[in-house]
């Protein structure tokens, strides 16, 4: 616990995070059934298992012929094995079968040699080598055997599990339902993007942002408005989105001029409420987790790079847990070489954004550095996070860290 | 160049993709306006640039007072200097304004003291500590200033762009719009998924598959069904595609069964058809590449991992030059230790799936082996690709590798 004005403590992170998931569980669990086009991305809501076996019958691993192998005991390119070519279904003794990549293996045979190691002359083919039982044979089941689970329930679909679940027949998969989350921006200075800016007023950025993280994650947002620094009004706002929605995210107003406008709302509205208020991580210190009526809210902090890092470590558990996932979706990962040095305050979990460019074979991690770590630019002007333990006051030169990216890695030439 | 039976010769790979992108440009670049809210992994059509400086005026950076810096002049604690308190719009000399963070620094004043180096007595104020000129204020502009490129014509945008774009006062943006891409499967084995299976058939996996790589990048992808192995069949669909798309991409076909009716159909097409068939590339070595009517055609393989891998080496491509991109979208990379050696042959390029762990700082990639390279359950147990040039024969244990990720980093405890 480290002490700070404003707070009378801060929450180690991990520890804020814990309590808050134990405080709520996931109320209405929801699945749809949508078709293979529309699964990307979706999160499954039931273990993809294999309907049928891959392959689903023996097929030819080559192009070549079909063989009954035994016909080929002892043949080699001094001492080829002439068999009859056929075409008919079944291949007998002494007679081989043309065969391509992908055909199932006709009655009778079981093995089949590579075109590369035959010659066919009239209607004979001499074989040049010995296949053993079953060679060049993809059997039935090889790939999958039915009954295999494919993927866990909690799984978001890639393309690959789509082509997957359409070769075993799967026409439409039980995916998660969007989770509702419904995003309150709060502050006098305050304007909605598109509107005129007059006097002091700035954007506001966050509501967004914000919603625009959730989506990424598979979340449905609705957009609440920006809320005056009014305890009601702001509790109103609240109340009402829980009627009709599995979460709710805040931004702003907390620990805003002394004063704790959305924590103070929340608590209004009912129990538990505040869980969590304060934690030791940079730049997220004001950020505060609460449950009402057994669901999430978030209240993240009115500056945007703070938002940010709220989100990445609270909303995005939240967010992973409401679509039905085991555990938070990671993001990317890579280590790299840091290219200057970063100091940390010990005690704080600390997230640095680096920018990660790959030259030649290494990778390299540049701290984006900034006089005020407010600006959103900061976030676009890197493409990943680097975590600084509580434990250590910085990272040093040179040394080699794990990233969390969320863009793509600079090719430098 | 390498000798191959089927093909007379092979192309390397870089010099395939080089060949095929020299051959066709986009005709027909279409930019679209959509709300910030709709922009989220769109791809921008233009510059993005600051509309106005960030901060939009001089802000206090901090919780404390606003003075005139020169009267906090050799101010220290054991020598305090004592300012009257004032709400006026305006700072005069020897008067201090609370002020909090974010807040516009009144007129008069040139620097914030912060909270905790001050006491409040009465309508009056100590200060312990001497403040410079513009000391804890961000300025105006200091962020980002009018007229700064935010973000390159051809940048994909990720939920900080969109938060940047907002507080920028952009409501909306043009981006490029998706480009539509025909996909057509060829077999006679295939059925569709959803429909009866009988005999020997099995699922078309293929075009579902590349239709979702093609939509997660950013396309707009029509199902053209499955063409039976007739030249004439296929001709005659690519044909219709392409007066109504942008590209098309067709699997199965090309060096299956000793035939080639895919490219023999392009070539029938018009000119110049095929331009590269056959590459240095394990496991898509049938890919072959087309341009028809100044538009490109894209001929996978009917394996599906080979399809795959031939979607990720010219696909990627393909799409991102039509959506507008400079180069070619990147897959994240890692750098991780290699588990188990691989081998590979000389002169091809070689996609090696592997699984990529976290264990506690350290990456690994397993390689995931399989006896038949050809089931796409490979690429749902696997996370990433692994790149063997064509110079190596192979990756020892242990090695350090850059793996390309299309998946999340699995992390074992």
Redesign the interface.
């Known amino acids: 616990m480290v002490k700070l004005?404003g707070f009378q403590k801060l929450t180690l992170t991990d520890q804020a995070l814990e309590t808050w998931m134990r405080t709520w569980r996931v109320v209405n669990s929801q699945s749809t059934v949508v078709s293979?086009?529309d699964a990307?991305?979706r999160i499954l809501a039931e273990d993809l298992v294999a309907k049928e076996s891959?392959?689903?019958?023996d097929k030819s691993?080559m192009?070549g012929y079909a063989v009954k192998s035994s016909d080929t005991t002892g043949a080699s390119q001094s001492k080829p094995v002439t068999l009859q070519l056929t075409e008919n279904q079944e291949v007998k003794n002494g007679q081989a079968r043309q065969i391509?990549?992908?055909?199932?293996i006709p009655k009778g045979a079981d093995a089949v040699v590579m075109?590369?190691e035959t010659k066919k002359i009239g209607g004979k083919l001499e074989v040049w080598c010995q296949v053993t039982l079953w060679q060049n044979v993809?059997k039935i089941g090889?790939?999958?055997k039915s009954g295999t689970l494919?993927?866990k329930s909690g799984t978001?679909l890639?393309?690959?599990?789509?082509?997957?679940a359409?070769?075993?027949?799967?026409?439409e998969l039980k995916v998660a339902q969007k989770p509702k989350v419904a995003i309150l921006a709060t502050g006098n200075?305050l304007a909605e993007?598109?509107a005129p800016?007059t006097g002091?007023l700035?954007?506001?950025?966050?509501k967004?942002?914000?919603?625009?993280?959730c989506?990424?994650l598979g979340a449905q947002t609705t957009?609440l408005g920006i809320a005056r620094d009014n305890v009601d009004e702001i509790a109103e706002k609240i109340r009402e989105a829980l009627k009709t929605h599995d979460a709710v995210i805040t931004t702003g107003g907390t620990s805003?001029?002394?004063l704790d406008l959305v924590p103070d709302a929340v608590n209004k509205i009912g129990k538990p409420g505040v869980v969590v208020h304060g934690v030791a991580l940079r730049p997220a210190m004001p950020t505060a987790v609460a449950v009402l009526e057994g669901k999430p809210v978030l209240i993240l902090s009115?500056?945007?790079v703070a938002s940010?890092i709220g989100f990445e470590v609270f909303g995005r558990a939240m967010v992973c847990r409401l679509l039905g996932m085991s555990k938070t979706?990671?993001?990317?990962?890579?280590?790299?070489t840091l290219k200057r040095k970063v100091v940390s305050a010990l005690g704080r979990k600390t997230y640095v954004r680096v920018l990660v460019t790959?030259k030649g074979?290494?990778?390299f991690a540049e701290p984006v550095s900034?006089?005020?770590s407010?600006?959103?630019?900061t976030?676009?002007q890197s493409n990943g996070f680097m975590i600084v333990p509580e434990n250590r006051e910085g990272i040093t030169e040179g040394e080699s860290v794990?990233v969390h990216?969320?863009?793509?890695?600079e090719?430098s030439s």
């Open positions: 004005k293979l086009q990307l991305s891959l392959p689903r019958f691993a192009d391509w990549t992908g055909n199932p075109v590369e993809s090889e790939d999958i494919i993927a978001r890639s393309p690959y599990h789509i082509g997957l359409a070769a075993m027949g799967h026409s200075e993007v598109g800016l002091n700035i954007y506001d950025s966050n967004i942002m914000i919603s625009a993280e989506k990424e957009d805003v001029g002394g009115g500056n945007p940010v979706e990671p993001r990317s990962m890579t280590k790299a790959l074979d290494e990778l900034t006089k005020g407010g600006s959103i630019s976030m676009t794990i990216l969320f863009g793509t890695v090719v």
